[in-house]
């Protein structure tokens, strides 16, 4: 028997990376517990489905370990298994002739959500090889967010106060009991403590009877306020909140004065549209509008948790504008009383520096300029986030403008699955040249690749998690067992990828020395950081006597941005441009009747780990929403298999029925399609086209007209 070891880590299958306990004996994870107690960070999703993800992900037989060529057809399934060298030599040599002779950029580096630094290494790699075609989910992920924030404030770390409860609170878009959280860091226990307080009031938008505390029997029909909006119409929401609060006065003016630019741009854009045109527009009744505002205008502090049904439509970045008005022009941000504040990340490299580190020379020689991305002008915003859009690959391989991509390296993400149009992404990546996918399981990308690279589990290597650095702090993941067969970590992969093709001055001798480059602004070694320190939290620019000010080019909170107008993009949220996405082919019809939108699952993350068989008594099918007696007109009952169906295609999911639901919803689960249901796949509904979200290259993920009908 050996020796057994208890270690606290963070979970890596959602964006929340909560603290976990891992028992760990002989190299095998015994048990894995919820991270209560350890002091760190739980904001555990109600079924806590990471312990359970983690040790079945670990134990699965279905990973992949050992690196696989292709045979044959693709999409035939028929693999070759390769030695690691074969690989990475194949892999070079590909990438170092399409450099010659086509140019950088003609290589894309595909990432997904990301999870450790498997993602700013692969940015990295990027700059280095003098790609400016990172392509990410950050079009429909989290940037919306944080730039509408960095836009307005001066800070990507703004986040909610919620020591204590605040006296408003709006869930907006976010399923936070079941997802872990809110974008601004509004989790699930602060919001509990919050619900069940008699001074906060709560407001849910949210076309679904979400559950608030699955525990307590609470949905969003229990809290004091449910709007249910008409799907992508929250920009037009948010902007007849601000019409309220400017027109009824509820503003502090000494504040707006001293703090804000651009009020008077507010107030011409808020008078130019009627409150009973918000109305309509929203489904949202205008007095219950009017309610919502003073409520979150007058009780201080008020707080805004947005979520990811923002990000995903053809204006998210000025919806998530429109909402940083609301906050800006009720003085909570940065403010004594207010419900914001700025964080201040610890020291350390973050994401963003390391992509580029000290590769400025090089950058400056392979600029990620528009011109040469694929997607050009295009995107007005995205280049200085650094990604391309994830449709603007696929439109670029499908129409080849500006030209043709001809290699993909992929980690970590699932496009087939998980980019809008399923059918358009599959054809676009069947025309690159060579695709090569790192994946722990067999999916619907790796069906179609040329090398498949056998990835090791974010527990079986060391790294840190990512998006906890976006949130101003820094947690340490140390290693629990080794990876199955011959996997690697994606960290390895593309250290040793960068040595082949004549980059290793860029890049490590091992993943250990990187990870010390990554802390070393911290003044320590990585081993002393995961040994000893586990989690640095950033410092909050809180003060109880003064505004703490803002870090905007004027100093202040930028109602009107002129850096935005500088960029081509609208410096004020447009009233009559956020209608776009309930016009045109988005848009109601005879055939399309019924507006679809989609939720994610409580049990499974994105399109992954639905193999494990995890969580059985709590899993479902494929699940569809809709209200009782909309079912019943088209002669639907509970359980029954129905089609959706949008003008791209239809997809079967199993009915349940949610009475409160507005009448005219259909709400959709997203992520289904491995496994042997490839009919539920909702980006089957999806269409990539234009028109997008022109700033963050945002595209319409949901809110289509569409039809029901029973399946046989
Ligand atoms: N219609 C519609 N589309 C959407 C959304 C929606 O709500 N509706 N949501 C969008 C959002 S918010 C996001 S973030 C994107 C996400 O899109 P993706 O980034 O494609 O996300 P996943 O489906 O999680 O795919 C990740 C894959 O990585 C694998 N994996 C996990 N860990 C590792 C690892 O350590 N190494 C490697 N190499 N592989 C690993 C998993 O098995 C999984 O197959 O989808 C977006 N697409
Ligand atoms: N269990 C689980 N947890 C996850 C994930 C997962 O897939 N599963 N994914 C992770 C990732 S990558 C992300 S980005 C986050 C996302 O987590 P959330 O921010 O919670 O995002 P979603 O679940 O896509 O949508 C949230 C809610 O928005 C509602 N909604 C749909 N359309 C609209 C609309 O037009 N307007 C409004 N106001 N509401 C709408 C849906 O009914 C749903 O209840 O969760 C992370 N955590
Ligand atoms: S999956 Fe659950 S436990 Fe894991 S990080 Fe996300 S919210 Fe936390
Ligand atoms: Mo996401």
Not at 232 to 258: T, W
């Amino acid at each position: 028997m050996g020796i057994r070891h208890e270690y606290v880590t963070f979970c890596h299958i959602c964006p929340n990376h909560c603290a976990l306990k891992a028992v760990v004996e002989d190299n095998k994870v015994l048990e894995v517990k919820a991270g209560g107690g350890t002091g760190f960070p739980v904001h555990m999703c109600s079924v806590q489905k990471g312990p359970d993800h983690v040790i079945g992900t670990i134990n699965s037989p279905d990973r992949l370990t050992k690196p696989l060529k292709r045979k044959g057809e693709r999409g035939r399934g028929q693999w070759q298994e390769i030695s690691w060298d074969e690989a990475l030599d194949t892999i070079a040599a590909k990438l170092l002739q399409v450099k010659k002779d086509f140019g950088p950029e003609r290589v894309v580096m595909i990432l997904g959500e990301p999870k450790g630094t498997e993602f700013a290494f692969g940015q990295r790699f990027a700059t280095a090889f003098g790609t400016p075609n990172v392509v990410t989910p950050g079009n429909y992920c989290g940037v919306q967010n944080t730039e509408s924030l960095r836009y307005t404030f001066g800070s990507r770390y703004i986040m909610a106060r919620m020591d204590a409860p605040p006296r408003v609170i709006i869930v907006w878009g976010a399923n936070l009991a079941h997802t872990g959280g809110t974008f601004s860091n509004i989790g699930r226990y602060d919001f509990n403590r919050a619900l069940v307080s008699n001074d906060c009031k709560v407001i849910i938008i949210d076309p679904k009877n979400i559950e608030l505390w699955p525990e307590k029997g609470m949905h969003a029909s229990d809290a004091d306020y449910w709007l249910r909006p008409r799907p992508n119409s929250d920009g037009i929401l948010a902007m007849g909140l601000v019409k309220v609060i400017v027109e009824e006065g509820l503003y502090d003016p000494e504040y707006i004065e001293q703090w804000t630019v651009g009020f008077e741009e507010v107030q011409k854009e808020v008078a130019g549209f009627t409150l009973e045109e918000v109305e309509e527009l929203t489904w949202v009744p205008k007095e219950t509008i009017q309610e919502v505002a003073r409520v979150y205008a007058t009780e201080k502090p008020g707080v805004i948790g947005s979520g990811n049904a923002l990000e995903g439509s053809t204006q998210a970045f000025q919806t998530l504008r429109a909402i940083c008005l609301i906050r800006g022009i009720t003085g909570n941000v940065n403010t004594p009383d207010g419900g914001h504040v700025d964080m201040i990340p610890p020291d350390y490299y973050p994401p963003g520096r390391f992509m580029i580190g000290d590769m400025k020379e090089k950058l400056w020689e392979y600029p990620r300029s528009p011109e040469r991305t694929i997607g050009g002008g295009v995107f007005q915003l995205s280049s200085r986030f650094g990604y391309v859009p994830t449709q603007g690959l696929v439109h670029a391989l499908l129409t080849e403008k500006p030209y043709l991509p001809k290699v993909g390296l992929a980690f970590v993400t699932n496009p087939l699955l998980t980019y809008p149009d399923s059918l358009a992404t599959e054809k676009a990546f069947r025309k690159l040249e060579m695709l090569v996918v790192s994946e722990l399981f067999p999916t619907a990308t790796t069906n179609i690749a040329d090398i498949v690279l056998p990835a090791a589990f974010m527990h079986e290597h060391d790294t840190v998690a990512y998006w906890p650095a976006w949130f101003a702090n820094v947690r340490a993941n140390r290693k629990l067992v080794d990876p199955p067969g011959e996997a690697w970590s994606d960290m390895r992969m593309i250290n040793e990828l960068a040595k082949r093709v004549g980059l290793g001055e860029y890049f490590w001798e091992t993943e250990e020395d990187a990870l010390d480059y990554l802390v070393k602004p911290l003044g320590m070694t990585w081993q002393k950081f995961r040994d000893e320190v586990i989690y640095l939290h950033g410092k909050s620019a809180y003060d109880p006597d003064q505004v703490a000010g803002y870090h905007t080019k004027s100093g202040k909170v930028e109602l009107s941005c002129a850096e935005l107008a500088k960029a081509g993009v609208d410096p004020v949220p447009c009233f009559a441009k956020l209608k776009d996405p309930l016009r045109g082919k988005f848009d109601f019809s005879d055939d399309y009747p019924l507006m679809m939108t989609n939720y994610k699952s409580e049990i499974f993350m994105l399109s992954g780990y639905r193999n494990l068989g995890l969580l059985k008594d709590k899993s479902l099918p494929p699940t569809v929403y809709m209200n009782p007696d909309t079912a019943r007109d088209y002669g639907l009952a509970e359980g029954d298999w129905i089609y959706i169906e949008t003008y791209k295609g239809r997809i079967r999911q199993q009915l349940a029925l949610q009475p409160g639901m507005h009448p005219k919803v259909v709400n959709v689960e997203f992520g289904w399609g491995d496994w042997g249901l490839a009919d539920a796949n909702m980006n089957l509904l999806t269409d990539f086209d234009e028109p997008w979200d022109y700033p963050t290259g945002s595209v319409a993920i949901r809110g289509y007209a569409c039809k029901v009908y029973k399946a046989a």
